[in-house]
């Protein structure tokens, strides 16, 4: 995640979750530290992952404590094993305290969508298919979500409703079929965006080639039915593959033959990985 990015949309996003963690004051920490104080607290891992989040952990800090310094001892991206000490936060102790939860929160929650990403990608290594994400996020938490599956090595679809067009079967309903839903996508949406289609049998398929579909989604198709697809298909469309596609059934997606396999589960099913801030105490 860049700076441009980061003062964009994420410091607002990350100013919410604070006040939505600190409506007036916090009492506990304003209790027990009723002045300024420094001090330093040690982040471990407490479970082998991949790591993200790493900027937006420390920029939770950052806004509650301009002083605050972060020793990081690990980069997004990166291997961790539990035990590993992952970064040492130093600054005023009311900041530490009072941010603890909503840093963990992030950097647990997009660190665990990267290490069940990386678990994914892995299987398609090799296969030349691509692993994408869906718009199925948390709310709010889409940037962090999203480029935390970039991070684990999958790649996004689109961002958001503006982002593309991707007709799917209530949208086919509501124009009244494959056929006549892309020629009003196409009327409609500009020339630089590709039109996606989401279709449930091959003789959706045929209808999405004949209309000119840039791209096909094989919906809660059998792998069967979706390699017949793909050589019915021919190239004259690139091709997703999708519906409850998770790490534990990927693997027989593999050797289908399409283009992209999307999976909601990246964002919405991922365990967080087990990750603490411990051993606080003042210095100096």
């Given amino acids: 995640m860049n700076d441009i990015t980061m003062k964009l949309q994420a410091d607002s996003l990350i100013r919410l979750a604070l006040q939505e963690d600190i409506t007036s004051e916090d009492i506990t920490t304003n209790a027990v530290m009723p002045e300024a104080k420094k001090g330093e607290v040690q982040l471990i891992c407490k479970q082998d992952g991949i790591v993200a989040g790493m900027d937006v952990f420390a920029r939770v800090f950052e806004l509650l404590d301009d002083t605050v310094q972060i020793d990081a001892r690990c980069k997004d991206g990166a291997a961790v094993a539990n035990g590993q000490l992952m970064a040492v936060v130093t600054g005023d102790i009311r900041a530490l305290l009072s941010g603890e939860r ?23 290594e090799g296969s030349g298919t691509k692993l994408l994400d869906t718009r199925k996020t948390t709310p709010n938490m889409r940037v962090f979500e999203k480029y935390a599956v970039k991070v684990g090595g999958g790649y996004n679809h689109r ?21 006549e839903a892309v020629r009003m996508a196409k009327e409609y949406a500009p020339f630089v965006r590709k039109i996606e289609v989401e279709v449930e049998n091959l003789d959706m398929v045929r209808e999405a080639v004949d209309a000119g ?40 997606l593999v050797h289908i033959g399409v283009d992209y ?16 801030l411990k051993n606080l105490h003042p210095i100096e």
């Fill in 261 to 276: 396999i999307s999976s909601g589960a990246l964002t919405h099913s991922a365990p967080i990985l087990d990750i603490s």
């Fill in 102 to 124: 909503v840093a963990l929160n992030y950097l647990q929650r997009m660190s665990g969508i990267a290490t069940y990403t990386h678990s994914i990608a892995r299987l398609l």
């Fill in 159 to 179: 961002y958001n409703l503006s982002d593309g067009v991707l007709l799917k079967d209530n949208h086919i309903g509501a124009a009244g079929g494959v056929k």
């Fill in 213 to 252: 579909a840039d791209i096909i989604m094989l919906d809660n198709m059998s792998p069967e039915e979706m390699r017949e697809a793909v050589q019915l298909i021919g190239g004259r469309a690139e091709t997703e593959c999708s519906g409850n596609v998770t790490k534990e059934n990927a693997e027989r």
